[in-house]
């Protein structure tokens, strides 16, 4: 790449401030939560995105997966297209659907209308996922503009589903349109990163929810003896179950925290009122476990943690899987795509790029299934999902820069 292209593309981007408010404002008025959340879908949005991308020019398909509870019957999945030098590509792949709102009382402005405060843009799906949208169409529209033309093709995917487990989404593009990918492509992943953009996600653990059910006799709070508490059975299967951390040790600095993890989380009702002994209790078990270890293993040691504890109190126990997401390979640490965001990332922010394991759960688990190395990359504020959700100018124009630092790499 010549240096100095590379300076004309970034001195462009910074005069795209006023382009950027308005593209946010737009996106973020077309409400696209998914109808698994109530909502009305990404077709609204898509719509605007793909005339908007036509009328710069660009080629535009839609991968459309059907879904008869939204109107037209159809989420769409956009590829937009700028052809480079080469027919090897880069995917950048952002998300169209947007989380729900939550309790509105805790925002300070409407969740759909923009509000501009300064370096900030606050609005629901401003970080996650228009974020991704907005860098990767900026940094093309600078391309556009300064009539260049990328080594590898640009393809940027506006993809549906996201939130609500990607069947209509990418996992639809995946199974339908495999020919669109190959593994020799570079995948970005604009979804999740941290806040000084080092974090490059390369690995995740996997994913185990457990739903934990015992099984004892209710009775009156004052006489114990004709019961078998439930509840106090599931204090004590809990305090089993950190025998867990011990049997699973094993760590891997790649990830943070580096070991695997088994959190009793959610706990469902038992009974009413207080002077009543619960003969049925049920909680939950969110296990991010290493990809060294076997989920069904962990399986196997909660039952019998679990049910030595239980049986004391003369309580059955039932272990059922909620969830169960056996980890995708991980991308390499020296892979292509990981390299040419670790060069940008040094070139725009001035900063050592760490690729890292994650937690689990990102969409581009699915790429790394399918033999795909895909990296998942952004400059994040951590407000996603929450109320007052907002996005730094700043890092839209930063991470832009990065990625038409990638799309010019040789
Ligand atoms: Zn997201």
Known sequence: MKKEIFTQVAARLETYRQQIIDLQRELVKRNAVGPDHGGPGEVEKAAFLKDLLQGWGLQVDNYPARDERVAGGERPNLVAWLPGRREQKVWVLSHLDVVPPGDEALWDSDPFVLRVEEDRLYGRGVEDDHHGIVTSLMAVRALLDLGITPERTVALALVSDEETGNEKGLIHLLRSHPHLFSPADLIVVPDAGSTDGTLIDVAEKSILWLRLTLEGKQCHASRPDLGRNTMRAAAHVIVALE???????????????????????????????????????????????????????????????????????????????????????????????????????????????????????????????????????????????????????SNILGDARVLAHVFLED
Request: charge should be negative.
């Open 243 to 393: 025998e867990l951390a011990q049997e699973f040790s094993l760590e891997n600095p790649l990830f943070r925290p580096p070991v695997s993890t088994f959190e009793p989380t959610k706990k469902e009702a038992n009974v009413p009122n207080i002077n009543t002994i619960p003969g049925r209790d049920v909680f939950y078990l969110d296990c991010r476990v290493l990809p060294d270890y076997e989920l069904a293993r962990v399986k196997e040691r909660v039952l019998a943690l679990g049910e030595e504890a239980a049986r004391r109190f003369g309580v059955s126990l039932q272990v059922e899987p909620v969830q169960e997401l056996p980890s995708a390979p991980s991308t390499p640490q020296d892979a292509p795509v990981v390299l040419a965001l670790a060069r940008a990332i040094r070139e725009v922010y001035g900063r050592e790029a760490q690729p890292r394991g994650i937690g689990g759960g990102t969409v581009a688990a699915f790429f790394r299934q399918a033999g795909l190395p895909a990296a998942v990359w952004m400059t994040v504020t951590q407000t996603a999902h929450q109320p007052n959700e907002f996005s730094l100018l």
